[in-house]
């Protein structure tokens, strides 16, 4: 019997085949679903992996790059030291010292009468710690007199730490002062957490509860207005990731948060933040951390900060170009109040605490007060130096320490001097001296330390720097070199020299017709009166007669190391040189004949304080003492008798000034370079188009070099005659031996054996002309000290 076959069936049977057709699609599906899932997990778990590796890998190692951290010298005390109350004041306000009714703790100074206690904050120096202490200060007149430890007893030295001038930055300019979270004040982190981050000790990394309420807050704004980022999430951003406001970025920050959260205390991850957050813009600078950021506010260590001051650097994280003070002090004064009120509704602060709070000025000092940067010019000089030991990437980022010589308060004396010099020379002749620039330097004499530069009028740009490549002609500033040179070669101080007028014919042709600056003549004459007067005609008369090629060899022997040609113009300083190579030269004199060269360094240590390299006094005599000291006593003529006279009109008759005037061809520059017994300056003033100026050397350079000393209050220069070196009675205008019982006699130095073979007879009866001990005139005042 056959069966028919019926619909149903067929229908059952395709709709079987349809069934298990569809079971296979979904097989499939779920089965790559599957797959894909595991890829997922696989690639993600890797990739989480690979995270995590990262995270901890940069978190526990070298987290920041460090920029060396540039010194001035430590201030030294000690009863006698030359330091009045005004000046320790400048060191003190450089040290952002407060000064207060009453002193209570480190870094606050009370000033009554000719004294000062204060606080020192301590330092870690190379050679060991210099304990924070309390100490009381007295001054009689301009030096210090007696110091005293808080329990009264007598101090023999005390040590202020040094002021941090500035730093070598790397390449994103970042800058920071690391910390610990131990040293930061009170109340910052409970600052930071009450107004960035409520539940910062509550949750994993991230908080859920923040991102959906920024989510909502994002959803109704219709745009990304809120981010709900925990402080780890912050961190997170600002140190592995970027500030772009992605997605992406968002995204990534939930995983690394966590992961941060899950490898490190809340202590750790909070200290990292303390000294990576973004606080301020100092030009191109990145003020990071809080470190940092107390010194660039507020001036001070961030461990004597005030709960105040605490509040506002926790504010400014939300915004720190937003709620600047120093642009926008309302913005920032309402937002530290916020953090203010934040902390008193938790009961981290009372009532009375947030009154007296809120009450407070910002506090934020100008930033032009602050001395860090200050200093573009010698730091300039500085990283010069640096660089000759050091690689760029090692100093802007191992921390390294460097001890320079700058001394802020001779820089600062130095600044006013020249500013105000200038804003006087303006006043004089007006238009004439419009665009007025200046340069200058100031040593050491006794050890060839670098004290302070100038680079320019405006003292705090950081552009050009003419102390150190501004190479303009020097004028009669050459001059001591060629009387030098005439003195090395069979000159004497009396030797008669002739100021007449010269004509040379030069190589192409042309003639050569130097003038005096009177335009005058002036005969024979003595030779140190030659040098006494800058008269040019005799000079030249002088170098030519010992040539060039020797004056030149002079010059080098006294430091210049740079190329010069020997042509006869250089006798007059036609040929440039910047001012810190002038320092050089001169200081080559002020030294006796021993070549120092200039170091701003003292000693560079790691940031662990150990010492890496050290920068020793280099001496090596280049030129015989005694023929030094002959230059030396027509120096000390210079500015006794000569074109720098001024200088007494100024300074106590027994400073014993030796220094040089110079003035360029057609008035385009101004020098001074001259030397006291613990100071040596080298000024220049100008213009940079090269405009000739109303006035010389004596005229301008000169009063500002006698400002600063005037201010400087330097120590007498004194020079033992050498044992090679006799004085005698001479007849001034002749040169000839004569008797200290004659008119016109003087004292002048001879190398033994270059006597004059002549005497005068003034109609006294001949005595002995032997050298005496007792002070006769300003020449034996100067020789015969010491």
Known sequence: MSKKRTPAKKTSTRKAGKAKKKVGIWRVIRGIFLKILLLMIVVGGIGMIYLDAQIRQQFEGKRWALPAKVFARPLEMYPGLPLSLDDLKIELSGLGYQPVKKVSHPGQAEFGGSRVRLHTRGFRFPDGEEPSQELLIDFSGNSVSRIRDGAGNNVNL???????????????????????????????????????????????????????????????AGRFVQGGSTLTQQLIKNFYLTSDRTLARKLMEIPMAVLLDFHYSKDEILQAYLNEV???????????????????????????????????????????????????????LGR?????????????????????????????VKEKSLLKGAYPAYLDFVKRQLRENYHEEDLSSEGLRVFSSLNPITQAKLEIGLTDTLAMLEKKYGKRVDKLETSAVVTDPQ????????????????GFNRALDSVRPIGSLIKPSVYLTALRNGYSLVTPVEDEAINL???????????????????????????????????????LDVGVDKVIDT???????????????????AQGLPPIEVAEYYQTIATNGFQMPLRGIRMVTDKDGVELSRYPYQVKQTIPGDEIHLLQYAM????????????????????????????????????????????????WVGRDDNEPLPFTGSGGALRAWTAYMKAERPEPFVAPAPEGVEYLWVDKATGYLSDERCEGAIQVPFIKGTRPEYRVDCGVEPLQNTPKNEPVDWFKRWFRQG
């Open 636 to 683: 000390q003529e210079v500015a006794r008798e000569g074109t720098a006279r001024y200088v007494y009109s100024q300074l106590p008759s027994n400073t014993n000034v030796l220094g040089k005037t110079g003035t360029s061809n057609d008035q385009r520059d101004s020098w001074f370079a001259g030397f006291t017994g613990n100071r040596l300056a080298v000024v």
């Open 336 to 364: 530290r109040n916020l953090v203010l009120s934040e902390l008193r509704n938790q009961g981290k602060i009372t009532e009375d605490e947030f009154q007296a709070a809120v009450a407070m000025p910002l506090g934020v």
């Open 505 to 543: 014919k030069m190589p192409n042709g042309s003639v050569w017709s130097p003038q005096n600056f009177d335009k005058k003549t002036h005969g024979v004459i003595p030779m140190h009166k030659a040098l006494a007067n800058s008269y040019n005609l005799s000079t030249v008369k002088i170098g």
């Open 278 to 332: 973004y606080l301020g813009q100092a030009g191109s600078r990145a003020i990071h951390g809080f470190g940092l950021g107390s010194e660039y506010y507020f001036s001070q260590p961030i461990k004597e900060l005030q709960l105040h001051q605490v509040a506002l650097l926790a504010g400014l994280v939300k915004g720190p170009s937003f709620y600047d003070p120093r642009r926008h002090p309302e913005r920032a």
């Open 158 to 220: 005390a040590r202020l730490e040094p002021i941090l001038v500035g730093g070598v930055y790397p390449q994103n300019n970042e800058d920071r002062d690391l910390i610990r979270l131990e040293d930061a004040p009170p109340f910052l982190a409970e600052s930071l957490i009450a107004i960035e981050d409520k539940g910062y000790y509550d949750h994993f990394g991230i908080s859920p509860r923040g991102i959906m309420r920024a989510m909502w807050v994002n959803i109704k």
């Open 447 to 462: 050890t060839g330390e670098v004290l302070a530069i100038v680079g320019g009028r405006s003292t705090r740009f950081q």
């Open 555 to 573: 010059l080098h022997k006294l430091g210049v190391t740079r190329h010069l040609d020997a042509f006869p113009s250089l006798l007059l300083g």
